[in-house]
């Protein structure tokens, strides 16, 4: 009916970008669908500092685990609070930690390929395997096209192994039975391998 | 079946004959299907353990376990550094400190000359081969140093168990800040200290290295000839070991955070380090003159760590810092301290209260790009402070006013914001540019050729950068001091009172803008520009139109034609036209734009674009409906494949095109193309967006248009609240969707409901727009509810005069008004005056007469006893009917009061 004006739509994403994470699973709640993607910039950031610091502790934790981390992320932007809705703050968290390591993977994979290992980057010294790093990104593009064909089962692998939670969390986050998602993750293993190898 | 049902099912058959048994029958002659979940059955049993493991713990232990496995190594280590002990041509003599990367030892060189050095061995844990690399890449550029303020870095190695080492000048010293309170040096010989230490960093930035670490445990003070002389040690050495692990220094794996919390830089508390520059340097020195003075650094140790890891970061990017002379004040130890500069507590606040505070805090800003440029130029204005000579450092800087004045004034600030915004976008692209330039230099450092032609760049980047920044200089001076200024108390310069809102502000600083710039013709232009576009976006149209207008005629001037400046300003001001219901000046603008916009910028071009999707509304507006239809189609299928359908650009348009199908009766490809949008932009953009919300608005419209009102009430419905938050009650597109609503109620019958909508609607109308076509429609729009509705309740006669008649008269020549207020008079008994309106509104119209005003007319004449002009109008509006079979209801109702009325039978 009117005109969509793109000159003052800045100033409602700034406006949108104040809302905090318990406003956020709040309005989740109230079943407003575009709440979650407004979860995930917060989450990111959060999980990217947290991640980065728990790495720099001097000695590191042993029990440090993915799930540990997304749950200190939460109690950190959320609170002790249980909220109904919570299974959307590690979906969330699955994408963030996704993209971070994705990322991270990446830049590291350039670093090795620009062939002048002296002047890496201060970040990029951490040892991890070259191969890892390539096939982590390889994995993590051919579920963004898993996710255009079949968005719930791209979901589960992204909480699975992204959000590092159990199968029997992520059927509770995606709302199926723990079998229906056992069922999806054996398809949704193959469809990936299979697209992975067949790229190769 | 899909394929993934279809996997899930065969996959639950154990028995692989009866499974191929099963998708044979079920697939039938879909072979490729078959094929392809047979193969992703096999996939998915010969998986083994792909993706069982979570990617975050692999990467996480990885990364742990290269720590993990060292313990051995450092406890042979541990077990060699001993006194006696030889590394390479030094032997150990005795442990002389600890320091946040290790141990510091005193050291014997035997080869090639004999000397007493200093040693530091780098802590266990860290990469010594990268460690070593970054070294050796520094290296040249660390023996080019020579200051007799510097601890020059001699050599470094690794030890025979593999631990990185470093060989320095040997200062024995103390650190600045101990040495100052032991000798109980007054503020003044603290300065000429400082400034040595300033140049001493000067020389090293001019030689390439940023210290990265500075901190008074790396800034030694030793007597020679009891002449106090500070050495500034560890050049170099935090790029070299990157990763420092102590307490009170961080170290990441996703991205390194080097430093000491305390005199950290915020841009070394981000996360992102790329672009560390010498002005971090700088920050540091600030820390360290504030220690000097004040007795504390600005952010305390105790206070950081008290705030976990994260807080500590944050307060470092983001909080102000208290000036060194309130930090004195505020001081518990205030005597002590005081005493220790060999002042008493009241000289020492004044003293430093002032000049030394603004410089202290310039070096601390938060923007490094206004901090001081150079050490140098940092210990000049220290030098001019202690000759009297007045300092280049200002009192609180216009950013700081600028927040203390949001936080007064939350409403009207957020224009000034945006304009702010506006103002500097143009200067941080610059600066990206240079930040990508000096990215580029670092690349090329080995390789002189490109290196010489980078730097080339990057000189060119930042005087243009620099040029930049005085424009926007000069424009944020004027934004200061005529604007934001404003808000200071009445009677002081600029003040207009506290309560001032930004308006009223603007509208005294826009006379000035003319003098200000005379000179300045393109500053000038950019700022009517900003403000104006500003101003449009707060609904302020003449204001926003008349100040684009200038900035266009500046631009005309001075620019070519087709710049892309003033190409943005006539769109801009197109817009501002047909904002104002100046549609056909618009028009004709939009034309001129886009022929410029598609021979400069070329037919695909973003801007074009958009200026493409504006004529099309404005094609739509004035009823060109092929040409938007046109114009839209085309436009669809290039941001589709240059932005995306999910693009949030490419969506308005399709929302827009989706209107054009509706507006030519071509429904049914309305709706297909307004749900297809409206699904996307909910999925892509969340129900919270301005766009979604406005494709929904469609969605609804083309519901009513199929008569389908019960769909469109419940979009309207549920998108209402929203819109009233997200655009604000008063916005023009909140209030076009609730006239909507208001009409759909009306169809519906539900006249209660419409009522409410439409008084609140007429309500929330800002008042500036009570002359826009708009707010006269609601006028319209409710006197005619308030004369027919056949719920008698709801009818008020009286009030339908008044409104209507106040809408005829701002717009005597529509002949809607004329007609509601011929209804609103016959319903008030006016007969005469009922005729008479009807008339004039009958002779407007093109198309002359209908039964919408026969019936009524017929009622009059009735009334005023003139039976047969009534019979006459009354015969000529049942023809009408017969032959035209019109749908609204209210003909219907003045049929059946017309017939009542002169008792005729209705059908």
Sequence with gaps: ????????????????????????????????????????????????????????????????????????????????????HRGHFFAAAAEAMRRILVENARRRTRARHGGNLQRVDLDSVAPTAPDADEELVALSEALDQFALVNPQAAELVKLRYFGGMTGREAAEVLGVSPRRADQIWAYARGWLLERLESAD | MDEQSLFIAAAEIADPAERAKYLDRVCGVDKPLLQRVQNLLDRASNAGSFLEKPAVGHDVTSEF????????????????????????????IEQIGEGGMGAVWMAQQTDPVKRLVALKLVKAGMDSKSV??????????????????????????????????????????????????????????????????????????????????????????????????????????????????????????????????????????????????TRSDIYSLGVLLYELLAGSPPFAKGDLEKAGMLEMLRVIREKEPSKPSTKLSTAERLPTLAANRGTEPAKLTKLIRGEL????????????????????????????????????????????????????????????????????????????????????????????????????????????????????????????????AAARPEGQAGGLGREVTIRKALEVALPEIGPRFANQPLVEARLRFTVGTSFANLG??????????????????????????????????????????????????????????????????????????????SYATVGELEKALKLNEETVAIKKSKFGPDDPRTLGTMNNLAGDYRNLGRLDDALKLSTETVERSQKRLGLRNRVTLVCMDTLASIHYTRGEFAEAVKIYDSILPL?????GPGHSVTLTNMTALANTYAALGRYGDELKIREETIAKRPKADSDRPDALDDLIQLAELLAVCPDAKIRDPKRAVELATKAVERAPKSEWYLRGLGWAQFRAGAWQDSITALNKSIELRKSGGDSFYWFVLAMDYWHLGDKAAARKRYDQAVEWMAKNKPSDLRVHRFRAEADELMNKKSK
């Design chain 1, 1 to 84: 009916m009117s005109p969509v004006e793109a000159t003052s739509k800045c100033l409602y994403d700034t406006l949108a970008r104040m809302s905090d994470v318990t406003r956020i699973l709040t309005a989740i709640g109230e079943g407003d669908p575009s709440a979650p993607a407004q979860l995930l910039p917060l989450v990111y950031e959060e999980l990217r500092r947290l991640a980065a610091v728990r790495m720099a502790a001097e000695r590191p934790d042993h029990s440090l685990t993915p799930t540990a981390l997304v749950h200190e992320a939460y109690l950190r932007l959320v609170g002790a609070q249980a909220f109904d």
């Design chain 2, 65 to 92: 376990q290269s720590e993990i496995a060292r313990p051995a190594a450092v406890a042979s280590a541990k077990a060699i550094e001993q006194p006696g002990v030889m590394i390479d041509s030094y032997k150990l």
């Design chain 2, 132 to 277: 070593i690399a970054r070294f050796e890449a520094e290296r040249q550029a660390l023996a080019l140093m020579d200051h007799p303020n510097i601890a020059r870095v001699l050599d470094g190695g690794t030890t025979p168990a593999g631990r990185p080492y470093f060989v320095m000048d040997l200062v024995k010293g103390l650190p600045i800040t101990k040495f100052c309170d032991k000798h109980r040096f007054t503020p003044l010989q603290r300065l000429e200290l400082f400034i040595a230490v300033c140049q001493a960093v000067q020389h090293a930035h001019q030689k390439g290295i940023i210290h990265r670490d500075l901190k008074p445990s790396n800034v030694l003070v030793a007597l020679y000839d009891d002449k106090p002389v500070p050495k500034v040690i560890d050049f170099g050495l935090a790029k070299a070991t990157g990763q420092q692990l102590t307490d009170k220094t961080l170290v990441t794996g996703f991205g390194a955070i080097v430093g000491t919390l305390e005199y950290m830089s915020p841009e070394q508390a981000e996360f992102n380090q790329l672009d560390i520059d």
């Design chain 2, 357 to 484: 505070d603004w410089i202290v805090m310039k070096a601390l800003e938060k923007d490094r790009g206004r901090r001081y440029e150079t050490a140098g130029g940092l210990a000049e204005d220290v030098h001019r402070y202690m000759l009297h000579e007045p300092v280049h450092a200002h009192p609180a800087s216009a950013a700081y006013r600028l927040r203390k004045f949001a936080r007064r004034h939350k409403g009207p600030v957020l224009a000034a914001s945006l304009l702010l915004l506006v103002l500097v976008v143009g200067v941080v692209g610059t600066t990206a540019g240079f930040v990508r330039a000096e990215h580029q230099r670092q690349i090329a450092e080995q390789n002189e050729t490109k290196a010489i032609a980078a730097a080339a760049a990057e000189k060119q980047e930042r005087q243009l950068a620099q040029a930049r920044e005085a424009e926007a200089l000069a424009l944020f001076q004027f934004v200061d001091e005529k604007i934001i």
């Design chain 2, 540 to 617: 302020e149209r003449k204001i926003a139109t008349d100040q684009i207008e200038r900035s266009l005629a500046l631009r005309r001037k001075h620019l070519a034609s087709d710049h892309p400046d003033t190409l943005a300003c006539m769109n801009n001001l197109a817009n501002c036209y047909y904002a104002m219901g100046r549609v056909a000046d618009a028009t004709k603008l939009q034309e001129e734009t886009l022929a410029l916009m598609k021979a400069r910028l070329g037919p695909e071009d973003p801007l074009t674009l958009g200026a493409i999707s504006n004529l099309a509304i």
């Design chain 2, 723 to 727: 819109m009233k938050e997200i655009l």
